[in-house]
């Protein structure tokens, strides 16, 4: 079982930055793949970025490359999305989940989800 607690939502002006961060407890070990998913009112969730231990290899969707960053956090078992020229686009709860060994852009084949952070950008 792999635990993941989100943080670092908010209400934001188009422009700024904001960076979440997700904290992995429990089973979580160096194959540990973290993804990071947005889902807007009414939305399916969709893949914004993810991130494996091994070789910190990563991966982003096309709308978020060069404005997001995805990396180890500071702390153990600990991945951060920095986001900076947010967008009104950009709104929704923001999601991380877990599996095991390789990145995917699926939210059906991550096993473990965090509650998710609120991320609203205003105009």
């Known amino acids: 079982q792999v635990r993941l607690v989100e943080s670092g939502g908010g209400f934001v002006q188009a422009g700024s930055s904001l960076r979440l961060s997700c904290a992995a407890s429990?089973?979580?070990?160096?194959?540990?793949?973290i993804g990071w998913f947005r889902q807007g009112p009414g939305d399916k969730r969709s893949f914004v970025a993810a991130f494996a231990f091994i070789g910190s290899r990563t991966h982003y969707e096309e709308a978020v490359k060069g404005r997001f960053t995805v990396s180890r956090g500071s702390a153990k078992n600990t991945v951060d999305l920095q986001m900076n020229n947010l967008e009104p686009a950009d709104t929704g709860v923001y999601y991380c989940?877990?599996?095991?060994?390789?990145?995917?852009?699926?939210?059906?084949?991550?096993?473990?989800w965090g509650q998710g952070t609120q991320v609203t950008v205003s105009t």
């Open positions: 989940a877990a599996r095991e060994d390789s990145l995917s852009i699926l939210p059906g084949q991550y096993e473990y």
């Open positions: 429990g089973r979580a070990s160096v194959r540990t793949v």
